[in-house]
């Protein structure tokens, strides 16, 4: 790659790395604020709520919010505390544990997913109207 190539693809990333931090930041402020959920623990949830009957196997979480074994473990014990997920063990792999979300984290979820939607709406169409 010549280093013309070389400069847009590291600028290209910049660009992408500012916006998500943007991004990320917005949604970071506006969930803490309205609904008292960190962005990684909105996360967590939408990916429970997006699975069947609303559970998923701790593994496939940990995947899916892009998190370590253990950094996930302390998120799903704090979801767990907060009484908005429970852990169940997997009846077909006594090694396997489920996390499923409870009532209040439904609840939870439905109040908090409006504020997510009109952050990402604002804040992902806000370059393209400047433009």
């Known amino acids: 790659m010549s280093d013309g190539a070389d400069d847009e693809l590291a600028s290209e990333w910049r660009e992408l790395s500012a916006r998500y931090a943007a991004v990320s930041g917005a949604l970071e402020a506006e969930l803490r604020q309205r609904h008292g959920l960190g962005l990684t623990e909105f ?4 990916r429970l709520a997006c699975a069947e009957q ?3 196997r ?8 892009h998190l370590s074994q253990s950094a996930a473990s ?3 014990a704090r979801l767990e505390r907060d009484g908005l997920v429970t852990r169940a063990m997997c009846e077909m792999d006594r ?5 499923l979300l409870t009532e209040t984290g439904w609840r939870r979820y439905r109040e908090a997913n409006p504020t997510y939607r ?3 709406a604002a804040t992902l169409r806000e370059p393209a109207a400047a433009q």
């Not at 701790?58 to 899916?64: F, K, R």
Request: hydrophobic letters at 50%; one cysteine or more.
């Open 43 to 46: 996360e967590a949830l939408d």
């Open 54 to 56: 609303g559970k998923c």
């Open 58 to 65: 701790g593994t496939e979480l940990n995947e899916a919010v």
């Open 74 to 76: 302390r998120l799903v």
């Open 95 to 99: 090694r396997g544990i489920f996390v």
């Open 118 to 120: 009109a952050v990402l």
